[in-house]
Nanobody, 120 residues
Framework: QVQLVESGGGLVQAGGSLRLACAAS????????MGWFRQGPGKEREFVAVMDWRGGGTDYADSVKGRFTISRDNAKNTVYLQMNSLKPEDTAVYYCNIDLSIISGRYDYWGQGTQVTVSS
């Protein structure tokens, strides 16, 4: 079993910044990708950002490009999302996602979600 623990959400004014963190722990595993999704009020869950764990490549949703930065700490199996110039429309529950392999196969897991609220 693999656990994802998220932290860093909160309430911030428009134009402010927050940094989310997601730490993976549990059984021995190899990470392929870690990333972030979000689900705003009344909306479907949507992709935000992802990092290829081996090559370090990144990809972002158009709505966050230039404002959000995804990064990692390999030693801690942790992915971060630095969110700058936040807008009210960034308000959502942010979920961490991990794509990994363990001895029994390849799986993906979700974090419990962390609330980000941006006030205008």
């Amino acid at each position: 079993q693999v656990q994802l623990v998220e932290s860093g959400g909160g309430l911030v004014q428009a134009g402010g910044s927050l940094r989310l963190a997601c730490a993976a722990s549990g059984r021995t595993f190899s990470i392929y990708r870690m990333g972030w999704f979000r689900q705003g009020p009344g909306k479907e869950r949507e992709f935000v950002a992802v990092m290829d764990w081996r090559g370090g490549g990144t990809d972002y949703a158009d709505s966050v490009k230039g404002r959000f930065t995804i990064s990692r700490d390999n030693a801690k199996n942790t992915v971060y999302l630095q969110m700058n110039s936040l807008k009210p429309e960034d308000t959502a529950v942010y979920y961490c996602n991990i794509d990994l392999s363990i001895i029994s196969g390849r799986y993906d897991y979700w974090g419990q979600g962390t609330q980000v609220t941006v006030s205008s």
